[in-house]
């Protein structure tokens, strides 16, 4: 089983920037996996935002394109997702999620996922 553990949420004023941080702990098997943010609000369905595969590929939503980056960290299966430029509709609750053979942002080839960190972007 894999775990994820997410951290870096908070609240920002728009026009801020925050850095999430996702990590995979457990049995990874020693394999890259691929990982992506999703975002959820309440009423709303959960949407890709970033993604990246496990050969460094990344794709984005075009909300964010421009605005936001995702890349891999320092340690094996940590994934980083750097947002700048927030504005309100970005406020959610940020999710992560990964697999070993998952696709951009299908939502239903993601065995393993995070409990969330929440972004709140307000004046």
């Known amino acids: 089983q894999v775990q994820l553990m997410e951290s870096g949420g908070g609240s920002v004023q728009p026009g801020g920037s925050l850095k999430l941080s996702c990590q995979a702990s457990?049995?990874?098997?020693?394999?890259?996996?691929?990982m992506a943010w999703f975002r959820q609000v309440p009423g709303k369905k959960r949407e890709g935002v970033a993604s990246?595969?496990?050969?460094?590929?990344?794709k984005y939503d075009d909300s964010v394109k421009g605005r936001f980056i995702i890349y891999r960290g320092d340690t094996e299966n940590t994934v980083i997702l750097e947002m700048n430029s927030l504005q309100p509709d970005d406020a959610a609750m940020y999710i992560c999620?990964?697999?070993?053979?998952?696709?951009?942002?299908?939502?239903?080839?993601?065995?393993?996922w995070g409990q969330g960190t929440r972004v709140t972007v307000s004046p």
């Open positions: 999620a990964a697999d070993w053979s998952a696709r951009w942002f299908s939502e239903h080839e993601y065995q393993f």
């Open positions: 990246t595969e496990d050969d460094g590929s990344t």
């Open positions: 457990g049995n990874t098997y020693r394999r890259r996996l691929d």
